[in-house]
């Protein structure tokens, strides 16, 4: 034990396919499975194909924000704001076109740009002026939510326009429209993280700040594009949301933020920074989505589920440390 | 046991002290004797094995064998605590103390006094509290105001506070580690006062220090350690500065010198320095390095070249003054561009500013170059594992595991090691290293020496900074010694002496 400070303990001897990363995936998968077959015994409907594809077409939102936020707390950052962000997206692409008549199609584009706009406003401020991410996207929550009031003076935009609707409720060959771009988004963002020297410096930024600055990693500008791809994401989520209800308002997506960066915990990342996968968070998405949907065939009240949520939060997480720890443990042992 | 027959039972003995870590002897038969009042002064390069007997004195580790008496008791140590109920206290380098708290606080930290009577036992008694402040200050003639926040003390009397706080509770022993590195001389002045008058009360100190010149300002004796092993106790009176090193460093130096032939000259400058000044850091320092030289800057450590080093690197703005590279000027604002102008960078605490602890040695080798890796925006990973092993052959960086190991369960040595594959990876022309060895082991140091030579004859210019002596002495072919941030002499190695170079860092001129 003593020897710890002061020289290396040997260091883990395990399987190369074995790394904490795929242990964690891994032990989600099971849990998963071992969801479902609970719903399953407990109601019919639960694996009907009526339902599965309800689960299948609402899952978008979460799922496609959860890409940002998994990049974000790899960083060592966190994004408070998506929520907001998303209702201010819907907002200003309606009011965009049904108040000054601009195209759809560009209105939404537009939408989306704003959503990157607060993301550019949240990295400038976390990395110049150096205010915690945390607080830092806490005002934004604010300030974008309040944005999104003053914007559309409170007041739900219906919205209805076959090609906008395609978005969130389309379907190709039988797969939800929004599905699909989802688990492109995931294929695309996984080659990033993996492959892309850019991907790799956010593991290096969230590892140590500073080791990377004097690595000559240009730390500031990956902050900035990282809030900036969390902006968008949660965007484009907020666009799907529209779609899918036919209507903009500045209530939308409220508590998103909750769901969200508890699917990205659940599926392993590390709100220290550093550490993450979006396989991980894939798997995050689903289970939580999952357990929403399985609560609400068995009649749980809504109110019940939030608790569930946490607990299954708590669960996954508290899982992992006692795992991390048992690891040590018998690491400590055998050096 | 020397001791025993001039002074009666000295207060402290560490007899034939025993300690490995995974196989690598630390300590090596190892004794210490310590008298009541006098201050010891042990010294050693770093890796000589100070801080790990220091801290078996702590109780912070364990030994594997010898014995430990303290007033003619044997006595065991398992943890601080043990220690500390002794009498022994540590005032560490980096100090330990609440910023936001006043003096007083922070004085009577555990022991804060209350009222009494029944809501008054519930509060804190202020009053008293200040009182018992002012009383412990008064001890030592202290004028330090209790209400003020440790933040808002000057450097040195925060260390007194730490002093004051560890006499608090009957200490017999103190050992201080590096107490003046951070310290002006007038405070150092100061500070030996302090000690003075502990040791007039019967307090024993052990003191650390890499500051030669200090011993013979304050201490009694010295004890010297190398390489894990006790080399002598002498007398302060009996020894020169001189003969201290030559104890402490053995005849490394002699050996090493004839190795290395004499670079530079005709060579192209490949880094220059001209006229710069960052305000209050240091001013108007010129230099320049030669490809395939050595330049070494001594100074003691605060001199201002952490500071420089930064700038060169872009980690920090200077005020004025201008890099060229080749020749040409760069506009170097953030480190990036530096490492675009081919200059590497070796900072000082490895743990925190150089390496990602928890990636793998592959990761950590590559994190300055991975845009080179990439063809297409795709990283090539198997041209990586290439590269990397290239580098853990060549450099000999060895871990347990393959490359996949985090960088972490590494040795420091091969951390180093694994530094500077970084910086040749990103094929820099340019590396500048700060204090690379500190906390490497005294094998581990030579292979790095041995490294830098090599790399130097493969034509980089490398810039060394140091507080290392036998360092400078060791692998610079040009030594420039700074003082309070000002270049204050150039010195060929071949033609230099050990006392002109402290000279030189003192402020000397010649």
Request: hydrophobic fraction near 45%.
């Amino acid at each position: 034990m003593l020897s710890a400070q002061s020289a290396p303990a040997a260091p883990p001897k395990r399987r190369k396919w074995l790394t904490d990363d795929t242990l964690t995936s891994l032990s989600l998968v099971v849990s998963f499975v071992l969801l479902c077959v609970f719903f399953a015994s407990q109601t019919p409907y639960f694996l009907t194909q009526a339902n599965l594809s309800t689960i299948a077409s609402t899952i978008a939102i979460v799922g496609i924000t959860s890409i940002g936020m998994t990049l974000v707390l790899i960083t060592g950052g966190v994004d408070i704001s998506v929520g907001s962000v998303a209702a201010l997206s819907g907002v200003v692409t309606s009011l965009l076109w049904l108040e000054h008549g601009i195209p759809l199609g560009v209105a939404t584009v537009l939408g989306i740009l704003a959503g990157g706009l607060v993301g550019l406003l949240n990295g400038a401020i976390v990395t110049y002026l150096k205010i915690n991410p945390l607080i830092t996207t806490l005002a934004t929550f604010s300030i974008v939510r309040g944005l999104a009031f003053v914007l559309s003076e409170g007041q739900t935009n219906l919205l209805s326009n076959e090609a906008f609707n395609f978005i969130g409720r389309g379907t190709v060959a039988g797969i939800p429209f929004s599905l699909i771009v989802m688990l492109t988004l995931y294929l695309i963002f996984f080659f990033v993280l993996r492959y892309t020297s850019f991907g790799r410096n956010l593991y290096a930024i969230g590892g140590s700040p500073q080791a990377s600055r004097l690595a000559g990693i240009a730390v500031t500008r990956h902050l900035l594009i990282v809030y900036v791809i969390s902006g968008l994401l949660a965007a484009f989520s907020g666009i799907i949301n529209v779609s899918q209800l036919a209507s903009s308002a500045p209530r939308a997506a409220v508590g998103l933020e909750f769901t969200v960066i508890t699917a990205v915990v659940l599926g392993g990342t590390s709100l220290a920074g550093g550490k993450g996968t979006l396989i991980g968070t894939l798997i995050g998405v689903i289970i939580l989505r999952t357990l929403d949907n399985g609560l609400v065939l068995m009649q749980v009240s809504s109110f019940y589920q939030d608790v569930a949520r946490g607990f299954v939060l708590i669960l996954a997480v508290g899982f992992d440390q006692i795992r991390l720890k048992f690891g040590q443990l018998q690491r400590s042992k055998g050096a | 046991m020397m001791a025993n027959q001039m002074n009666g039972a000295p207060l402290l003995e560490m007899r034939h002290i025993h300690k490995s870590f995974f196989g690598v002897k630390v300590l090596d038969d190892v004794s210490l004797s310590l008298r009541k009042g006098e201050v010891l002064a042990l010294l050693g390069e770093n890796g000589a094995g100070k801080s790990t007997l220091i801290k078996i004195l702590n109780g912070d580790y364990t030994m594997d064998s010898g014995e430990i008496y303290l007033g003619g008791q044997h006595v065991q140590f398992h943890e601080p605590r043990d220690a500390e109920a002794h009498g022994i206290r540590m005032i560490y380098q980096e100090l330990h103390y609440a910023p936001d708290l006043s003096v007083t606080e922070n004085l009577l930290l555990n022991e804060l006094p209350h009222g009494r009577g029944f809501p008054g036992r519930y509060a804190i008694d202020w009053r008293r509290a200040r009182e018992m402040a002012l009383a412990r200050l008064k001890l030592l003639d202290l004028a330090i105001e209790p209400d003020v926040h440790m933040r808002d003390l000057p450097v040195v009397e925060r260390q007194i506070v730490e002093i004051v706080k560890a006499l608090s509770a009957e200490a017999q022993i103190i050992v201080m580690d590096e107490p003046t590195a951070a310290l002006t001389p007038p405070e150092v002045e100061m500070l030996f006062g302090i000690i003075r008058n502990l040791c007039a009360q019967g307090v024993a100190i052990i003191y650390i220090s890499h500051r030669l010149d200090e011993i013979f300002d304050i201490a009694d004796r010295v004890t010297i350690l190398r390489d894990g092993q006790h080399v002598a106790t002498q007398a302060v009176a009996e020894v020169t500065m001189a003969s201290v090193v030559e104890l402490m460093v053995g005849r490394e130096i002699e050996a090493r010198r004839k190795t290395i032939e004499v670079g530079g000259g005709a060579a192209q400058v490949v880094l220059e320095v001209q006229n710069l000044t960052r305000q209050g850091a240091y001013e108007d320092v010129s230099l320049k390095v030669h490809a395939g030289e050595i330049v070494g800057v001594f100074g003691l450590i605060g001199s201002g070249q952490l500071s420089l080093t930064r700038s060169i690197f872009g980690a920090e703005r200077p005020d004025a003054g201008s890099i060229l590279v080749d020749g040409s000027a760069c506009t170097i604002r953030h480190p990036q561009d530096a490492r675009n102008a081919g200059i590497g960078f070796v900072p000082v605490d490895r743990k925190v500013q150089s390496l990602i602890m928890g990636q793998s040695v592959r990761k950590n080798v590559t994190l300055s170059n991975w845009g080179r890796l990439a063809r297409m925006g795709f990283f090539q990973q198997g041209v990586e594992k290439q590269h990397t092993q290239h580098w853990i052959d060549s450099l000999g960086i060895r871990m347990a595991g393959d490359m996949e190991v985090p960088i972490r369960f590494l040795s420091g040595g091969n951390q180093q090691k694994s530094v500077l594959a970084r910086w040749l990876e990103a094929n820099v022309r340019v590396l500048i290293l700060n204090e690379p060895t500190w906390g490497v082991d005294v094998g581990a140091r030579s292979d790095i020496y041995d490294q830098l030579e090599a790399l130097a004859q493969s034509g980089l210019a490398i810039l060394l900074v140091s507080s290392d002596i036998q360092e400078i002495l060791s692998v610079c072919q040009r030594i420039l010694t700074i003082y309070r941030g000002r270049i204050t002499a150039e010195f060929l190695r071949d033609q230099v002496t050990k006392d002109q170079l402290l000279a030189g860092a003192a402020g000397e001129t010649l």
